[in-house]
């Protein structure tokens, strides 16, 4: 940042300084100077500006000598000074030839400077050598890394020769001070001889022998009003004589001083003694002093710096010399000349120049050749000819040169049509022109080019398009390619009557599509081919390439629907065309069964996918079912005793006809071993049946198809909502704690009446014989004052699980004739699984000897021998059957069932056996829903043995019943 300070306030001041010292000189006028650059002329009094033409807007060179350089010299050498600053300046004016420089605007003089303008200079030959006087602080670094190269040199004293060769023989004059100083390099770096200010015209008429009057060296002068003593001649210091081999002698030490690093032979300074002495060793010169300068020219150097004028060759003989025979030397000078060249000439010289450019460098391309060869862009016959050449020097330049010096000379020949080789050019160097050119000229001239290429009417160049567009598709932006290119090529394949156009329109098109858009692809192009009019076998063959390629290249395919329904069908009419020959149809053949197999491919992996989608499914419901049937089968087995099995898989458990009612369950996945099913009069099976039998009763709200044709190993599919999910959770989670609770001891409850003791017909009926066989383990009574069969959460839950209560009593008996089950179960809205509210209460009747309904036996409100609390479940069961549940053998004690007489309040007013009586019902009438020809509520009827074991149990009397109900 600190750099950029300093240059910025460099440029600054030197821009500051320039317009204070031109400021009133009338050169500002025309043009705007701008930052010094370089110095020249005698002592490198000359400063040297950039500067512009203020109307035409062209860049020059504007030289301002400041006479405040001379303020301290006197009078007499200030004007002496001055004056040949203005004489030298004054007669450069008046020649004009390409080997002087050429000035632009004439010498202006005010008061505190002179300054005149020329063609763009880039520094002094003194500056390129290393002498910085006069030169801007710092040193441009253009300036001071400059190097000479070979062919440079070699054509620059060339230059300089043929510039002193034009003096002497039509100008008749000598040059009289040629050094470093006075030699100009412009901006196309050739050599211009400058620095007339001490001249010597010839004094005789043209017609005759010219003579050089010479003027004597004036010690007492100042040395810049004089002369360079290093370069000068001896027989003009010495014998005061002055000719054309005066300024051969200066060429001599100028070519010592360009091998030398700026150095040479002499070093006198201003003392014409010195300069005498090394006038007397320059005679006796060895070949050894002249080491650094290159052999083929070793020779002439010598001679040219003879003390004899004779001895030395003339500008003519030198400038045939074999040093400047050099390839690059030629082709610099020939492109110097280009303007006295015919065409012919021109076209030969520009098919060769590109094998003579490999050898120049980089810069001379740039600053000598380019130059020339753009010159010839206003010659269109020229162009085709000039154009490879100024591209091949374009491929080496930098995105910067190329922007500068070679895009805004190719710029008129971009809207050039003809002739048309020049659109063939360009096209194919279309990969140059859009790597270097900027993206806003790429729109504005490259590809306006291009299209105006591709709309062109003639066939060869619509071929050549096409052959070349592919080769740059890939640096077009796709918006261009989708919304200008692709167009054209479309338009032009459809409505060409030309066979090869249409064909190189499909090339194209099958060449581009790894640059295209897939979808692109499918709605533009694709459809295009079927819109072709024509069916020849070459544009088969080409439709057939861009299906192919879309089909196997890995970014893009065609989806199989699209195959199916629109290609294949296309296709298929195209294969059986007589014009295609064996070859053809069969690699017509091979891409119908790529795609056939693509589309048979996909299809099969679709439907594998659906279909494992749905195994998946299937095996996620079979598991969930197979829980809740494990789960059901431990309620199952603690109902019967805790060991009894299914019976032989044919019923259900409760649990799965609930899932089933859900939805989230079908019938059983997969048959188990039947196992020993107990005997039908057995309480297990009673009770088994009984529960089968009451789910059967509840339908779902929402019922699903169950029907025969429905297949057995899949469940309906049940979307469940978040709530219903969180309500499954919560009864499973009750469930866990459930199975981790310990059995709960029954314990005796004190009378809390002072009533008359009853007689305990509980007692009674447990005395009896019971119907429950030893290895079922179970009594006939479950309960305790905390719930036997449910903890204070529930077994499944409170008011909104399935079974189970709070605080509830549960009690199950059974008489002599018939079971006396009880079970209430309650549901809420939700229901178990997110099911319809069912009824709050199931109640069965028992046909039994007291008769009367269930209602009037439990859930009433705590009246009876087996009330309960309402809506609470009256029993729940793990999958294990052992949460909750207290189960005695048979032949444990007997816990005292007294306390349940008055557990649920003091007793109420009696009722009269008359209005507890049931109606009578037909045996085998089942009051949840159906009939059971053996029973009642589902419940399969007693064998006889079993009968008989309960009779004493039907004899109790009508008092006892009384006393039983308080």
């Known amino acids: ?91 450069l004016t008046r020649l004009r030839h390409p080997r002087l420089l050429t000035v632009q605007h004439p010498l202006e003089e005010s008061r505190d400077s002179l300054a005149f303008a020329t063609e763009p200079v880039f520094a002094s030959l003194a500056n390129v050598l290393g002498n910085y006087e006069n030169m801007p602080t710092p040193v441009p670094g253009a300036v001071k890394d400059h190097q000479l190269y070979e062919v440079e040199i070699k054509y620059g004293l060339l230059q300089v020769t043929e510039g002193l060769a034009f003096l002497h023989n039509d100008v008749k004059m000598v040059h009289g001070n040629l050094t470093p100083e006075v030699i100009i390099l412009n901006k196309n770096g050739a050599w211009k001889v400058a620095g007339f200010e001490f001249c010597i015209p010839s004094s005789n008429p043209p017609d005759q022998d010219a003579f050089y009057p010479a003027k004597e060296y004036d010690e007492n002068l100042t040395p810049l009003a004089q002369q360079t003593l290093n370069y000068h001649a001896p027989e003009y210091m010495l014998q005061c004589t002055c000719d054309t081999p005066g300024d051969m002698f200066s060429l001599g030490m100028l070519f010592y001083a360009i091998f030398n690093q700026g150095k040479t032979i002499m070093d006198c300074g201003a003392s014409l003694p010195t300069y005498k002495r090394n006038i007397e060793q320059l005679g006796s010169l060895k070949m050894t002093v002249l080491g650094s300068i290159p052999d083929p020219v070793r020779e002439c150097v010598k001679l040219m710096l003879n003390v004899e004028p004779t001895v030395r060759p003339d500008a003519d003989q030198m400038s045939k010399i074999p040093f400047f025979d050099d390839v690059g030397a030629m082709t610099l000078q020939y492109l110097d000349t280009l303007l006295q060249r015919d065409n012919l000439q021109k076209s030969q010289f520009f098919k060769g120049l590109p094998k003579v450019m490999s050898k120049l460098p980089k810069r001379v391309l740039l600053q000598r050749v380019l130059p020339c060869l753009t010159q010839e862009f206003v010659n269109p016959d020229m162009i085709p000819f000039v154009l490879p050449n100024v591209l091949l020097i374009a491929e080496d330049c930098s995105n910067d040169e190329y922007t500068r010096l070679v895009l805004p000379q190719l710029k008129p020949v971009l809207k050039i049509s003809e002739p048309v080789q020049i659109l063939v050019i360009l096209l194919q160097k279309m990969d140059l022109l859009l790597s270097k050119t900027p993206s806003q000229d790429v729109k504005d001239h490259v590809l306006p080019m291009v299209y105006r290429a591709m709309e062109s009417s003639m066939q060869p160049i619509q071929e050549r398009c096409l052959a070349i567009i592919p080769t740059f598709s890939s640096m077009v932006d796709f918006t261009t390619m989708k919304h200008a290119i692709v167009p054209r090529i479309k338009t032009m394949c459809l409505q060409t009557s030309s066979l090869s156009v249409r064909v190189n329109c499909l090339v194209c098109l099958g060449k581009m599509l790894e640059t295209l858009d897939k979808w ?236 008359p003791k009853p007689r305990d017909l509980s007692k009674t009926l447990l005395e009896s014989k019971p119907m429950v066989p030893p290895s079922t383990g179970t009594t006939g009574m479950m309960g305790s004052s905390q719930g036997m069969m449910g903890s204070s959460q529930g077994m499944m839950g409170s008011s909104q699980g399935m079974m189970g209560g709070s605080t509830g009593w549960s009690m199950m008996g059974n008489t002599t004739t018939t079971s006396m089950g009880m079970m209430g179960m309650t549901s809420t809205s939700s229901g178990m699984m997110g099911s319809g509210p069912t009824q709050s209460m199931m109640g069965m009747t028992s046909q039994s000897m007291m008769g009367m309904s269930s209602q009037g036996m439990m859930g009433t409100g705590g009246q009876g021998m087996m009330g309960m609390m309402s809506n609470q479940g009256i029993m729940g069961s793990s999958a294990a059957g052992s949460s909750g549940f207290q189960g005695q053998s048979q032949g444990q004690a007997k816990p005292d069932m007294s306390s349940l007489d008055n557990l649920f309040g003091p007793p109420k007013q009696k009722v009269p056996m008359s209005q507890m009586t049931p109606q009578q019902q037909p045996m085998g009438f089942n009051q949840m829903g159906g009939t059971n020809p053996g029973g009642m509520g589902g419940w399969p009827p007693p064998n006889p043995s079993q009968q008989q074991q309960q009779k004493p149990a039907q004899n109790l009397s009508k008092g006892d019943i009384l006393d039983f109900l308080g």
């Open 1 to 91: 940042m600190e750099m950029l300070k300093k240059l910025q306030s460099t440029v600054q001041s030197t821009v500051s300084s320039a317009a204070s010292t031109v400021l009133g000189n009338p050169v500002t006028r025309e043009f705007e100077i701008r930052n010094h650059v370089a110095s020249g002329g005698p002592g490198c009094l000359w400063k040297i500006y950039n500067g512009i033409k203020k109307t035409t807007r062209q860049e020059v060179s504007v030289f301002v000598c400041e006479k405040r350089q001379f303020e301290r010299m006197n009078r007499r050498d200030r004007e002496a000074v001055i004056e040949a600053m203005k004489r030298g300046v004054t007669q």
């Open 520 to 755: 692109f692809i499918l709605d533009e192009i694709l459809p295009m081919l079927q819109e072709i009019p024509s069916r020849e076998p070459a544009v088969l063959m080409g439709m057939l390439g861009i299906y192919k390629m879309t089909l196997e290249h890995k970014k893009l395919g065609i989806p199989r629907d699209l195959l199916a329904t629109k290609i294949l069908p296309f296709l298929m009419p195209i294969v059986i065309d007589n014009g295609l020959n064996l070859k053809q149809f069969n690699a017509f053949m091979a891409v119908i069964k790529e795609m056939v197999r693509q589309v048979e491919q996909e299809q099969r992996t679709k439907l594998e996918q659906l279909h494992s989608m749905a195994e998946e499914q299937q095996r996620s419901s079979l598991a969930f079912t197979q829980v809740t049937q494990d789960d059901a089968k431990g309620t199952n087995d603690m109902f019967a005793g805790g060991g009894g099995d299914k019976q032989n898989g044919s019923s259900e458990s409760m649990m799965d006809k609930i899932w089933s009612s859900f939805g989230l369950g079908g019938t059983k996945p997969f048959a188990k071993e039947p196992a020993a099913a107990p005997k039908s009069g057995s309480p297990a099976a009673s009770l088994k049946t009984s529960s089968s039998s009451l789910v059967d009763r509840e339908e779902p709200a929402t019922s699903l198809d169950m029907s025969p044709g429905r297949m057995p190993n899949q469940p309906a599919k049940v979307n469940l909502s978040l709530e219903e999910k969180q309500r499954l959770a919560r009864d499973q989670e009750q469930q866990r704690r459930l199975k981790s609770q310990g059995a709960i001891a029954p314990t005796a409850a004190k009378p809390t009446s002072s009533s």
